[in-house]
Every structure is written in structure tokens, then in C-alpha cells.
């Protein structure tokens, strides 16, 4: 599945770096932080020696893995996203637990097998090749490895359908453009959801890597899914 050009994505993203949390805390009515102790528990219930961290931004969901996690990769293609990362992870106390990395998920720079636990937060979508991807997650994961993705999702109820096209599709962006300066960044969120997996595609697409255990639960009037499986 195509998200559009990879290069034009990763310059979209560094230009859009300095407030990028903003957005997302108005984005998500301050309940961001909910979803991320929530993929933090699906992930690593217990307590794990390496977690991975992909497509990880400004390394918030990298901050909350580490309650869980030894050590953890916070891995993104985005440098001025790392960049923010670290002041971040820092003050949390984490630069002994958190490595930020700037790579591909596409072409992980791992040995298979290297992960207890693996997340992606807001990120498969933008993927060029979601199937690669998940073949690339089951790669590095140990086998019964679990991984966790958080990320938009077009939702099914009509009430729910009404208020994403009325806000998600046509207020965010504004809001997006007024935080960042940046229109056409904004632009490409709701248009990335719209080509992205139904939940129940995404749950196939993970089978198909070679996953189990695969299920997933919605928030937010259904436009948001937290899909977890195991390696």
C-alpha cells in the first residue's frame, strides 16, 4: 500500500517537528497519552529486556515503553524528529533506556530476532509498503514477541463517520495549519487515513506476515484501533 512519495513524507514530517505533539494533544482531545499506556500494557505486560519503538517521532511512546523495558530503540526516519526526542527523554530520566536512531522500518537495522516487544504509533500508515513492514517487525521480533500498532482508522457508525469528516477531515487541518504554518501537512493526514487498512484488513495483513494471537479494540468512536499479535 502506497502513502505517497517516501523522501516528500520524511520532509513533511522534519518540517512539521517543533509542533508535532501539539497537534496531536488537540488532535486527540488530550487522550494521546491514555493510548499510549494502553499500547504500552499490550505490548509488555510483564517487564522485557529490548523493545523497539518504530516510526517513534518525538519519542513519546518510546518514554512510555521504557516503564516496561530495559532497553529501548526509538527509531525514526525523521532526524529533526529525534532531535525533539531527546530533550523529551531527558527529562523523563530515560537517556540510559531510550536510544534514539534515526532508520528505515522498512529495512530494519536490527539481527532477527533482536526485540521482546515492538509498537508503532501512528506511523504504518505512512508506510510505502505496509505488508514489508510487518514482514520486517515479525523479522526482528523473538519468536512470541509481541507487537502493538496504534493508528488512525476511518470509522464505521454514522455518528462517528459524521464527526470525523466535520472535524478529522475538514477542521484539523486547520487547526494543524495554524499550529505548524504547514497546510499541506496537514492535508495528508486525513488523506493517509483514507487509503490506510480497514482494522479488519490490517488484521489480515498481519496474519499474512506471519503473525498470531492478532486482535485489535477501538477508542474513540471507532476512529482510533490498537491492533496487537504475536511474533
Not at 488512525?152 to 494543524?176: E, Q
Not at 487498512?197 to 494471537?213: C, D, I, R
Amino acid at each position: 500500500m502506497s502513502t505517497g512519495h517516501p523522501q516528500r513524507v520524511q520532509s513533511m514530517f522534519d518540517r512539521i517537528a517543533k509542533r508535532y505533539d501539539a497537534f496531536n494533544t488537540v488532535a486527540s482531545f488530550g487522550r494521546d497519552e491514555a493510548w499510549r499506556r494502553i499500547a504500552v500494557r499490550l505490548a509488555a505486560p510483564d517487564h522485557v529486556e529490548r523493545a523497539l519503538d518504530a516510526a517513534s517521532g518525538t519519542g513519546k511512546l518510546a518514554a512510555a515503553l521504557a516503564t516496561q523495558a530495559t532497553h529501548v530503540t526509538a527509531l525514526d526516519f525523521s532526524n529533526p524528529m529525534l532531535q525533539k526526542s531527546k530533550p523529551i527523554i531527558a527529562a523523563a530520566g530515560l537517556n540510559e533506556r531510550v536510544a534514539p536512531l534515526q532508520g528505515d522500518v522498512l529495512a530494519l537495522p536490527f539481527s532477527d530476532g533482536t526485540f521482546d516487544c515492538a509498537t508503532i504509533g501512528f506511523g504504518l500508515r505512512n508506510l510505502v509498503d505496509v505488508p514489508l513492514g510487518l514482514a520486517e517487525f515479525k523479522r526482528v521480533l523473538k519468536p512470541g514477541g509481541r507487537l502493538v500498532v496504534l493508528d488512525i482508522v476511518k470509522p464505521k457508525n454514522i455518528v462517528s463517520k459524521a464527526i470525523y469528516t466535520i472535524g478529522f477531515r475538514g477542521m484539523l487541518p486547520l487547526v494543524g495549519w495554524a499550529l505548524s504554518g504547514s497546510r499541506t501537512a496537514y492535508q495528508y493526514l486525513p488523506n493517509s487515513v483514507q487509503r490506510y487498512l480497514t482494522p479488519k484488513e490490517l488484521v489480515a495483513a498481519m496474519e499474512a506476515a506471519g503473525f498470531s494471537e492478532v486482535g485489535y479494540r477501538n477508542l474513540m468512536l471507532g476512529s482510533i484501533a490498537l491492533h496487537s499479535a504475536r511474533a
